[in-house]
C-alpha cells in the first residue's frame, strides 16, 4: 500500500538554531498519529512543513505520492512556483491553535471561499458542500453567524469543517483545543473522533495525551528536533523506552 | 441691509463661476483620491510583502514625498515635468500631484494595516489553497480596509484642503475663482467666509460618507 505521508530526512534550522535534525516517519491510509512532546521539541514546524507554511532546509515530503515544496531541477534544489505549492496545499488541510476563521466572513462563507476560489467549484455547489460539514460538526444553524459571535469551540468546530470540506488526503491539527476553555474541549475532540472514526488520516499535535492514548493508532514523541520513540500508545504510555518518554509522560497530566 | 442686500446680488451675479470653481474642486480632489488610493494600494504592498528592491523602491518613494511640501510637489510637476518632455496642462499636472501625494500616504496606511491583521489569516488562506493575490483579495484586504478606513477619510479631507494650492498654477478651483470675484467687488470677508463654507461642507459630506462605510463594514461582534 502506497504510504499517504512519506517525510525523509528533514532539517530545518531558525538562523543558528537547528529546530529539525532529520525527521523520518510515514502515514499510511487512515492513521491517526499524535505528535507528542515538550515545546520547542519541533513537533509543531514539522506540521507547518508538510504545507509549506514553514520552508525547510533538506529532506523530502510526499504527501500521496506528490513532492511537496521543492524539485529537483539538474540535481539542484529549486523551491517550486508558488502556484505550485498553493495547488499542493490543498492536499492537506490544516487545523490551527488559534482557530484563524476569517473574522469578516460569516461561518458558511469561510468554508465556501476555498471551495469557490481553489475548488473552483459553483456557488451552489460550494454551499451544498459548506451545509453538509456545518452539520457534520453541529453548526448548521449558525451558518450566518460570524466567528465574533460564536463561542472558541464553536469557531474551532468550524475551521475543522471549513478544512475537512476541501477533501484533503490528510488532516493536520496543529495544538488545536490548547487555546480552549477546558469545558470547550471535548466537543472539538469529538469532532476529531467522529472523522477519525470514518477513516480520515490525521496527523495530530496535542498535548491531550488522554485523547492521544484513546484514538491514535500510533504515537510518536519528538524530541530535541528528532523523533525520539514512536509506537502503540499503550505501549508507549505504560512502559516507556527511553527515560525522556518517561519523564515527559511524567510531568504531563497522563495518569 | 444694504452690504447683506449687495452680498447677495454680487452672490447670485458670481453664482456659475462658483459652482464651476467648487465643481473644479471637487473633481480634482475626486479624480487624486481615487487615483492616489489605487496606486496607494500597491505601494503598501510593495511595502510590506515586496522582496528587497521593491520595498526600498517603495520606502523611498514615500518617504521623498512624504517628505516634500505638496506645493512644491504641484509646482515640481507643473514646470519641471515639462522640461522633461512630460508637459501637461495645469489641471493634469494639479491632479498628478496630488495623487502623488495621496498615494504615499495611502501606501503607509495600507502597509500599517495589513501588518495589524494576525499572521494567522494569511496561513489559514494558504492552508485552503489560495493563491497570494486571491488571499490579498479575499481575506487580507477587506480586514485591511476596515481598519484603514478613519484614516483615509483624513487623508482625502487632507486633498480636498490641498487642492486649493492648484490655484498658484492658475487652476479655476473654489479658492481662485473666489480670489477672482473678491477682486472685482472687494468683498473680501463674505466671499472668503462662504469658499470656507462650502470646503466645510464637501469635508464634512466625506467624513459622513467615511462612516456610513464604516457602519455598513462594521465586523458584528468582533
Not at chain 1, 179 to 206: F, S, Y
Not at chain 2, 18 to 25: E, H, M, N, P, Q
Amino acid at each position: 500500500m502506497p504510504q499517504l505521508l512519506a517525510i525523509k530526512g528533514l532539517h530545518k534550522s531558525y538562523g543558528q538554531t537547528e529546530v529539525l535534525k532529520g525527521v523520518t516517519c510515514t502515514l499510511e491510509q487512515s492513521d491517526v498519529v499524535c505528535v507528542i512532546g515538550s515545546s520547542g521539541s519541533g513537533k509543531t514546524t514539522m506540521l507547518r512543513c508538510i504545507n509549506m507554511l514553514e520552508d525547510f532546509d533538506d529532506g523530502t515530503i510526499e504527501v500521496d505520492g506528490q513532492t511537496i515544496g521543492y524539485e529537483l531541477r539538474d540535481g539542484v534544489r529549486h523551491r517550486r512556483r508558488e502556484r505550485d505549492i498553493a495547488r499542493h496545499r490543498a492536499l492537506t488541510g490544516m487545523v490551527f491553535q488559534q482557530f484563524n476563521l476569517f473574522p469578516h466572513m460569516t461561518a458558511l462563507d469561510n468554508i465556501t471561499l476555498g471551495l469557490i476560489k481553489a475548488k473552483k467549484l459553483t456557488r451552489p455547489e460550494a454551499v451544498a458542500i459548506a451545509e453538509r460539514w456545518l452539520d457534520r460538526v453541529g453548526l448548521l444553524s449558525r451558518k450566518g453567524h460570524f466567528p465574533g459571535q460564536l463561542s472558541g469551540g464553536q469557531q474551532q468546530r468550524v475551521a475543522i469543517a471549513r478544512a475537512v470540506a476541501m477533501n484533503p488526503k490528510l488532516m493536520l491539527f496543529d495544538e488545536v483545543t490548547s487555546a480552549l476553555d477546558p469545558e470547550l474541549v471535548n466537543e472539538v475532540l469529538q469532532v476529531i473522533k467522529d472523522l477519525a472514526a470514518e477513516g480520515m488520516t490525521m496527523l495530530l499535535v496535542t498535548h491531550e495525551m488522554r485523547f492521544a492514548y484513546e484514538v491514535a493508532t500510533r504515537v510518536i514523541f519528538m524530541n530535541e528536533g528528532r523523533i525520539a520513540e514512536e509506537g502503540d500508545p499503550r505501549k508507549m504510555f505504560h512502559a516507556p523506552a527511553t527515560e525522556r518518554l518517561a519523564e515527559f509522560l511524567k510531568n504531563s497530566s497522563f495518569h | 441691509m444694504t452690504t447683506s442686500f449687495a452680498f447677495l446680488a454680487d452672490m447670485w451675479t458670481a453664482r456659475f463661476a462658483i459652482l464651476s470653481g467648487l465643481g473644479v474642486t471637487v473633481l480634482t480632489s475626486l479624480l487624486a483620491i481615487i487615483a492616489g488610493s489605487l496606486v496607494g494600494v500597491f505601494v503598501g504592498l510593495a511595502l510590506t510583502f515586496g522582496n528587497r528592491v521593491t520595498r526600498i523602491a517603495a520606502r523611498v518613494y514615500t518617504d521623498f514625498v512624504r517628505g516634500t511640501p505638496v506645493l512644491v510637489l504641484i509646482l515640481a510637476s507643473y514646470y519641471i515635468l515639462g522640461t522633461v518632455g512630460l508637459r501637461l496642462n495645469a489641471f493634469q499636472a494639479g491632479i498628478l500631484a496630488l495623487a502623488v501625494f495621496c498615494s504615499s500616504h495611502i501606501g503607509e496606511i495600507v502597509r500599517g494595516s495589513l501588518q495589524a491583521i494576525p499572521k494567522g489569516q494569511a496561513e489559514a488562506a494558504k492552508a485552503i489553497g489560495l493563491t497570494f493575490a486571491q488571499s490579498f483579495l479575499y481575506v487580507l484586504l477587506p480586514q485591511a480596509a476596515r481598519q484603514a478606513l478613519p484614516a483615509w477619510v483624513n487623508v482625502a479631507a487632507e486633498i480636498v484642503k490641498a487642492s486649493t494650492l492648484l490655484s498658484i498654477i492658475g487652476v479655476a478651483e473654489l479658492l481662485l475663482v473666489t480670489q477672482q470675484i473678491i477682486a472685482r467687488n472687494f468683498m473680501g470677508l463674505p466671499f472668503y467666509f462662504f469658499a470656507g463654507f462650502l470646503y466645510f461642507l464637501v469635508n464634512f459630506g466625506i467624513e459622513r460618507f467615511g462612516k456610513y462605510v464604516e457602519r455598513r463594514l462594521a465586523i458584528s461582534a468582533r
